[in-house]
C-alpha cells in the first residue's frame, strides 16, 4: 500500500511540473528523474541501520561489522518482518555494491527450506544467507573468519613422532624357578649337628650348613679311601674312580671329597655345604632327627634376579613381544620404579578374566623385592620409530571410516580419509591419507563436519525442487508438453 501511495504521489508531482516547465517554455525533464528525486528526499532519512548478513544485530547509528562492512541502512518505506524494501516473491535480494552475492537463505534450524528472498522462521529467527562461492562442488567446506573466529577452529601440521603406548597390568612377584635349591638326602642320613642358620637367613655358596652321618655314605668313602691309598691300586687309573662316582651320586658335596683326597681319611661325618647364594626358605633339618632318602632338609633361593608375573587383558596380546621394555612399581615402594623386559608371553589365556600371563625378569640386588609382594607393571608397546601422526582429536570417527580435515587457507577446509595405526599420549598414527606438514585441523572438527552435512542437504534438497519446478513449468492443462 506504501508503494501504490508514493508511486501516485510521483506521478502527481510529475505531471504538476510538467505543466509549469512547459508554460515556461523550457523542455520538460524525464519523469523518471523527477521520481527518483522524490524517492531520494523519501529516503534520505533511515529509520535505523541493520546486519549486512541478514543477522539479527540492528544499530540506530551508522555502524560497522568485524570485518570492516558498514550496517545497511532501513528506510521507512521498508516491509517491518525482513528489513528489506517490500518486492514480489519471485524477486531475489539485490547485492550492494562491494559485497558478496547472495544465492540464497537456508533455514536457520537445518531444515531442508530455502528461500530466495530474506525470510524468519515461525519461531522468529532470520534465515542465514549463502553467499556464492559457499556452495562449492570441490568437496570442501567453506567458512567466513567471523564464524571461523567464533567456532575456533584450529590446525596442526602432521608430523613425524614415536608413539608410546602404555600397557598397564597388575601382578606379583615371583621367584625365579631356575635360581632354587633343594637339599635332600639320597640314603638314610642322621643329622649331627645344625649351623647357625634359620628360615630368612641369607647364605653363600659354600658355607656349611649341617653335618650328618650316613652308613651309605661312609662305606663309599671308606672304600674310595682304600682304593686311592692302596699300593696295588694307586697308581691304576681306573681303580677308584668307581668309588668316586658313588660318592657323587649320594651327593656329596666336592669340596668334601676333594679333603678326602687329601687327608686320605674317612670323616665320621659329613659336612653338608650350601649350594648357591641365596636365602633359605625353608628349614626342615633338626639335630638328631633321621632323614630319609628324598626328605628336603634345606630350601635355598637366589632372589638377586626375580619375575614379575602380570596379567594382560586378551585385547593387548597382538601388542606384547618378547624383549619389550618394562617399567614395574611396587605398592611397598611408592615413587620407585624397577626396570625389566618381556622374558616370556605365556600360551594360554585364563577364560574367566580373558587375561595372559606375562613374565617379566626384574634385577633385584638389594632384595627390595618379595615373593609374592603385589606390583603394577606398564609396558611400552609402542612404535621403535617415529610415525606421521595427528592429534587424536582431529579425527572424525563414524566406526567404519576415519577421516580429517585439511585447511587449505581462506577458510576452506578439505574432508580427507586416512587410515590409522597406533594410539598414545593423544597422538595417533597416520598409515595412509596425509603427508607430512598437511595442516589438519585439530579444534571444531565436529562443527565444521555438521556445515558439510548441512550444505550438502541442503543443496540436495535445493535441486530436487528446481528439477520439480522444471518439471511441472514444461507441463500443460492436459498433463502433455
Do not use: C
Request: no cysteine.
Amino acid at each position: 500500500m506504501s508503494r501504490l501511495i508514493w508511486a501516485g504521489a510521483a506521478a502527481a508531482i510529475a505531471a504538476a511540473a510538467g505543466v509549469a516547465w512547459t508554460a515556461r517554455g523550457l523542455p520538460r525533464p524525464p519523469i523518471a528523474a523527477i521520481v527518483s528525486a522524490a524517492h531520494a528526499a523519501d529516503g534520505a532519512a533511515p529509520i535505523y541501520y541493520r546486519d549486512p548478513d541478514g543477522k539479527p544485530f540492528y544499530s540506530a547509528t551508522p555502524k560497522k561489522t568485524a570485518d570492516g562492512r558498514d550496517y545497511l541502512p532501513v528506510a521507512a518505506d521498508t516491509d517491518a518482518g525482513t528489513g528489506e524494501p517490500e518486492r514480489s516473491a519471485d524477486m531475489a535480494a539485490p547485492a550492494a555494491k562491494g559485497e558478496r552475492k547472495v544465492r540464497y537463505y537456508r533455514n536457520p534450524m537445518g531444515l531442508p527450506d530455502t528461500s530466495p528472498v530474506p525470510k524468519k522462521d515461525s519461531m522468529g529467527m532470520d534465515y542465514i544467507a549463502v553467499y556464492d562461492g559457499e556452495d562449492s562442488d570441490d568437496g570442501m567446506v567453506t567458512l567466513s573468519p567471523g564464524k571461523i573466529q567464533r567456532t575456533g577452529v584450529k590446525s596442526e601440521a602432521a608430523q613425524l613422532r614415536r608413539i608410546r603406548t602404555l600397557v598397564r597390568a597388575p601382578g606379583t612377584i615371583q621367584l625365579d624357578e631356575r635360581r632354587v635349591s633343594v637339599i635332600a638326602m639320597r640314603a638314610e642320613s642322621y643329622v649331627q649337628k645344625i649351623a647357625d642358620v634359620t628360615t630368612g637367613s641369607r647364605v653363600t655358596k659354600g658355607q656349611p650348613l649341617m653335618e650328618i652321618y650316613s652308613p651309605a655314605i661312609s662305606s663309599a668313602a671308606a672304600e674310595y679311601v682304600a682304593t686311592i691309598t692302596s699300593k696295588t691300586t694307586a697308581n691304576i687309573e681306573p681303580y677308584g674312580r668307581g668309588s668316586k662316582q658313588r660318592l657323587t651320586n649320594l651327593d656329596v658335596p666336592e669340596p668334601v671329597i676333594a679333603e678326602m683326597e687329601k687327608s686320605r681319611t674317612v670323616p665320621l661325618a659329613i659336612q653338608w655345604l650350601s649350594p648357591r647364594d641365596g636365602i633359605v626358605l625353608q628349614r626342615a633339618a633338626i639335630e638328631g632327627m633321621r632323614a630319609q632318602p628324598g626328605d628336603v632338609l634345606f630350601r635355598i633361593a637366589d632372589v638377586s634376579v626375580v619375575w614379575a608375573l602380570v596379567d594382560v587383558a586378551e585385547r593387548d596380546l597382538g601388542s606384547m613381544v618378547v624383549g619389550q621394555q618394562v617399567m614395574v612399581r611396587a605398592r611397598s615402594y611408592p615413587g620407585r620404579t624397577f626396570a625389566g623386559q618381556i622374558s616370556v608371553i605365556y600360551p594360554q589365556v585364563n577364560k574367566d578374566t580373558r587375561t595372559a600371563r606375562v613374565r617379566i625378569e626384574l634385577q633385584n640386588a638389594d632384595l627390595a623385592l618379595l615373593p609374592d609382594m603385589y606390583v603394577d607393571a606398564e609396558i611400552d608397546t609402542g612404535s621403535p620409530a617415529p610415525v606421521l601422526t595427528v592429534a587424536d582429536n582431529a579425527i572424525l570417527d563414524t566406526g567404519s571410516r576415519q577421516t580429517v580435515l585439511l585447511d587449505r587457507g581462506n577458510g576452506r577446509f578439505e574432508p580427507r580419509e586416512v587410515k590409522l595405526g597406533r594410539r598414545g599420549e593423544g597422538y595417533v598414527e597416520i598409515r595412509d591419507g596425509i603427508a607430512e606438514g598437511d595442516a589438519v585441523v585439530t579444534s571444531a572438527t565436529f562443527l565444521i563436519d555438521a556445515e558439510s552435512n548441512l550444505k550438502a542437504a541442503i543443496k540436495g534438497f535445493a535441486e530436487a525442487g528446481t528439477k520439480q519446478a522444471a518439471g511441472e513449468g514444461g507441463m500443460t492443462d492436459g498433463g502433455k508438453p
